[in-house]
């Protein structure tokens, strides 16, 4: 893929990743005041990626195995899911609030 560095060559692939003539005026308007959207966005919007837009999630985590408990999800379960989010470019953070 070339590279897009600049946010002018940018702004054709992010716009596809939406519709509308409102949206597409509005973010043009706050990237020339100095907005950047994140990290995830101006990588994958509009890309062929297979990629979440969302930067960071937060796990929670159980203190069990592979069984929910209390409505979190065991240990390998929650693994399994951070690979997953890892895998599509995410980022991810564990909450242990029972471990």
């Known amino acids: 893929m070339p590279c897009d560095c600049a946010w002018r060559a940018r702004w054709p692939r992010l716009r596809r990743r939406r519709s509308g003539a409102q949206w597409e005026t509005r973010f043009l308007q706050v990237q020339q005041r100095g907005f950047v959207p994140a990290g995830r966005i101006n990588s994958a919007a509009g890309t062929e990626l297979t990629a979440?837009?969302?930067?960071?999630?937060?796990?929670?985590v159980g203190d069990s195995i592979a069984q929910v408990e209390d409505g979190f999800p065991g240990i390998y379960t929650a693994l399994t899911e951070a690979a997953e989010t890892m895998r599509r470019g995410g980022g991810r953070g564990l909450r242990l609030p029972r471990a």
């Open 52 to 60: 979440t837009l969302i930067n960071c999630f937060v796990q929670p």
